[in-house]
Nanobody
Framework: QVPLVESGGDLVQAGGSLRLSCSPSGSIFAINLMGWYRQAPGKQRELVATITNSGTTNYADSVKGRFTISKDNAKDTVYLQMNSLKVEDTAVYYC?????????????WGQGTQVTVSS
């Protein structure tokens, strides 16, 4: 599989902002959904935000109004702008690309990028 490469994770104070980026290291075809997930220590991975081919977005209630997902179709890159960060946003953030082809569906994941929000 073609790995996804994430960047932008960092240590930031509460109230601060970060922008995460995710790009494939090779070519991925038939992407129909891009998304960001996160996993905090001791917790299950959870959905943060998704964006469809047509640009329709979906957010977890906990990040609505603070996070914005966007994409650059020419670069197959997805972004997550995170504003007004809270301590509870601390987690490893993973990007996900979902593809659908005649052969079936597939999911691609990044290696994760650490976001730490201090009080």
């Amino acid at each position: 599989q073609v790995p996804l490469v994430e960047s932008g994770g960092d240590l930031v104070q509460a109230g601060g902002s970060l922008r995460l980026s995710c790009s494939p290291s090779g070519s991925i075809f038939a992407i129909n959904l891009m998304g960001w997930y996160r996993q905090a220590p001791g917790k299950q991975r959870e959905l943060v935000a998704t964006i469809t081919n047509s640009g329709t977005t979906n957010y977890a209630d906990s990040v609505k109004g603070r996070f914005t997902i966007s994409k650059d179709n020419a670069k197959d890159t997805v972004y997550l702008q995170m504003n007004s960060l809270k301590v509870e946003d601390t987690a490893v953030y993973y990007c996900n690309y979902h593809t659908s082809t005649w052969f079936g569906d597939a999911d691609y994941w990044g290696q994760g990028t650490q976001v730490t929000v201090s009080s």
